[in-house]
């Protein structure tokens, strides 16, 4: 599974610090935000101590990490809903798995402002306004040629594209009441129908609220006012980073870091908090393969079956699906060897529809 999330915001929030944190990157930060330059693009390694571990043990020529896509994506201004984001960057963002958007709670006399003063709750709904202006143009949009086609539409087709009208006529109203589309309950036949419009409000959105260093080791008061704003709000998580600290302490030796991490009582990276929050609200999990070519993690929607995990390594491995052998993670480090957990009964056979857990390793066995 590709992942790709997208960061946004209003300008001097943080974004490019955020986005060359999360992907080792060193995009220029300050005159960047917001312009309508070229997106920026990074690729982010997920964090696994499990991998290290199984990697310590086998030992393997190749040691693969699951990975995100981040793009680095500004708001030319942001003064009227409505005209806000480029339809070259509104396309960015519908090319995304989730979006992050990144809000100012730091005060700092040199970063303009357009309402001159920091105000969190105001500006997250500047953008979403933003957002929903931009579904609302799709809906209104399709609904007038989809009810030109329902003219001359006749059986399956018919159904189709009836279904697909009465999400819209769903759709509409709520975006006008300035409720986004995640807050609605949408089937899975519903998601299969819309999928190709990419909506924006439909899509899981994190939070990420730019403290002043004075906050870092205690956000909560910070984040309480968005946390009880978006409590009612499906698919939306909200987590604290104080992005200027943190580059500083990217610039520190690994262990130097950790120190000055643990003396401040921050408990993880950016990186590992914002991966963390982002396969909550995707629902995602991931699984190993481990042997002495390569140890690799691979990501896949929590409920996966074992065929479907077979599918997310190869093609061919789901088609030609047989049977997989699971083992814990864990479990195999304690063995000390795929050889001994087969000895002493630890590696379970399951057929191609056992759901798959975080953290299992799993040796597909196929034919094709």
């Given at each position: 599974?590709?992942?790709?999330s997208?960061?946004?915001?209003?300008?001097?929030?943080?974004?490019?610090t955020?986005?060359?944190?999360l992907t080792?990157g060193?995009?220029s930060?300050?005159a960047?935000?917001?312009?309508?330059?070229?997106?920026?693009?990074?690729?982010?390694k997920?964090?696994?101590l499990r991998?290290?571990?199984?990697?310590?043990?086998?030992?393997p020529?190749?040691?693969t990490?699951?990975?995100?896509t981040y793009?680095?994506?500004?708001?030319?201004?942001?003064?009227?809903?409505?005209e806000?984001i480029s339809?070259k960057?509104l396309?960015?963002?519908?090319?995304?798995?989730?979006?992050?958007?990144?809000?100012?709670?730091?005060?700092?006399?040199?970063?303009?402002?357009?309402?001159?003063?920091?105000?969190?709750?105001?500006?997250?709904?500047?953008?979403?306004?933003?957002?929903?202006?931009?579904?609302?143009?799709?809906?209104?949009?399709?609904?007038?040629?989809?009810e030109?086609?329902?003219?001359?539409?006749?059986?399956?087709?018919?159904?189709t594209?009836?279904r697909?009208?009465?999400f819209?006529?769903?759709?509409?109203?709520?975006?006008?009441?300035?409720?986004?589309?995640?807050?609605?309950?949408?089937?899975?036949?519903?998601?299969?129908?819309?999928?190709?419009?990419?909506?924006?409000?439909?899509?899981?959105q994190?939070?990420?609220v730019?403290v002043?260093?004075?906050?870092?080791?205690?956000?909560?008061?910070?984040l309480?006012p968005?946390?009880a704003?978006?409590?009612?709000?499906?698919?939306?998580?909200?987590?604290?980073?104080?992005?200027?600290?943190?580059?500083?302490?990217a610039?520190?030796?690994?262990e130097?870091?950790?120190?000055?991490?643990?003396?401040?009582?921050l408990?993880?990276?950016?990186l590992?908090?914002i991966?963390?929050?982002?396969?909550?609200?995707?629902?995602?999990s991931s699984?190993?393969?481990a042997g002495?070519?390569?140890v690799?993690a691979w990501?896949?929607?929590?409920?996966?079956t074992?065929?479907?995990?077979?599918?997310?390594?190869?093609?061919?491995?789901?088609?030609?699906?047989?049977?997989?052998e699971?083992?814990r993670?864990?479990?195999?480090?304690?063995?000390?060897?795929?050889?001994?957990?087969?000895?002493?009964?630890?590696?379970?056979?399951?057929?191609?529809?056992?759901?798959?857990?975080?953290?299992?390793?799993?040796?597909?066995?196929?034919?094709?």
């Amino acid at each position: 599974m590709n992942l790709s999330s997208t960061i946004t915001g209003l300008p001097y929030v943080g974004k490019t610090t955020l986005f060359n944190l999360l992907t080792g990157g060193h995009a220029s930060t300050g005159a960047f935000a917001g312009a309508e330059g070229e997106t920026n693009i990074g690729v982010a390694k997920v964090p696994d101590l499990r991998v290290d571990q199984l990697a310590a043990l086998f030992k393997p020529k190749k040691t693969t990490f699951a990975e995100i896509t981040y793009r680095d994506l500004g708001l030319a201004k942001s003064a009227t809903p409505g005209e806000g984001i480029s339809p070259k960057k509104l396309g960015d963002l519908r090319n995304s798995d989730a979006l992050v958007h990144v809000v100012r709670a730091f005060a700092d006399p040199s970063v303009p402002h357009a309402e001159g003063s920091v105000d969190a709750l105001r500006d997250v709904a500047t953008l979403d306004l933003e957002l929903l202006f931009s579904d609302h143009a799709i809906v209104e949009k399709r609904l007038d040629s989809l009810e030109r086609e329902m003219r001359s539409a006749k059986g399956p087709d018919r159904e189709t594209k009836e279904r697909e009208l009465a999400f819209l006529q769903r759709a509409k109203p709520a975006l006008e009441a300035e409720t986004p589309l995640r807050d609605l309950a949408v089937e899975p036949e519903e998601q299969r129908l819309i999928r190709g419009y990419r909506f924006l409000t439909l899509m899981p959105q994190l939070l990420v609220v730019n403290v002043d260093e004075a906050d870092v080791a205690s956000p909560d008061a910070v984040l309480a006012p968005l946390r009880a704003a978006t409590a009612a709000h499906r698919g939306t998580a909200v987590v604290a980073v104080c992005a200027k600290l943190e580059a500083e302490i990217a610039e520190l030796p690994a262990e130097e870091a950790m120190a000055f991490r643990a003396e401040l009582g921050l408990a993880e990276a950016p990186l590992d908090r914002i991966v963390r929050a982002t396969y909550d609200l995707l629902g995602l999990s991931s699984f190993f393969t481990a042997g002495e070519d390569e140890v690799r993690a691979w990501t896949i929607y929590k409920g996966s079956t074992a065929q479907q995990a077979a599918g997310a390594i190869h093609s061919d491995l789901e088609r030609g699906f047989i049977r997989a052998e699971v083992i814990r993670w864990d479990a195999l480090l304690g063995a000390g060897s795929e050889a001994n957990a087969r000895k002493h009964g630890l590696l379970r056979t399951e057929g191609k529809s056992y759901v798959v857990q975080d953290g299992e390793t799993i040796n597909v066995l196929f034919n094709v």
